[in-house]
């Protein structure tokens, strides 16, 4: 995304204070304002355009507009290129995937233990039945138990 205001600005501007707020929005965009604090508001894009409030915020407002698009486009890559970055966000996303693994886990040895159980009842009531023709039979387990 072209993130400077006069690229994708759809017309060329002939009035200097129109190319002037443009300008202003461009170094505000790009991080090296001259003026202003560079905080993306249209208070500060006065400044930076060395206007009154009044011309950006009233005589200009299709400029206006579009530098706040701008703004809010510039945020949000700015904070996704913070949290790709902070070493904290890292960790609270390591930590999401791995509590989500380790409940998959325990859901799956939930469903280990149920079919373990109901395979252990149904040994005991074949080997209890013991009918001669049966085709079950006793596996003798080799564990010891330690008491």
């Given at each position: 995304m072209n993130r400077t205001a006069t690229a994708s600005w759809p017309t060329e501007e002939t009035d200097p204070q129109?190319?002037?707020i443009l300008a202003a929005a461009d170094r505000m965009l790009s991080g090296k304002p001259q003026r202003c604090s560079g905080n993306l508001s249209v208070s500060?894009?006065?400044?930076?355009?060395?206007?009154k409030y009044w011309v950006v915020a009233?005589?200009?407002?299709?400029?206006?507009?579009?530098?706040?698009?701008l703004a809010v486009a510039a945020r949000r890559a700015a904070h996704a290129h913070d949290d790709d970055n902070d070493p904290i966000v890292k960790l609270r996303r390591k930590n999401a995937a791995l509590t989500d693994h380790c409940q998959s886990l325990e859901?799956?040895?939930q469903q280990y233990a149920i079919i373990i159980n109901e395979l252990t009842l149904e040994n005991e009531?074949?080997?209890k039945a013991g009918?001669?023709?049966s085709n079950v039979a006793s596996i003798h387990s080799r564990r010891t138990v330690n008491r």
């Open positions: 129109r190319v002037g500060q894009l006065a400044v930076e355009a060395n206007v009233q005589r200009h407002t299709d400029l206006r507009d579009h530098f706040q698009r859901r799956l040895v009531h074949l080997l009918s001669p023709d």
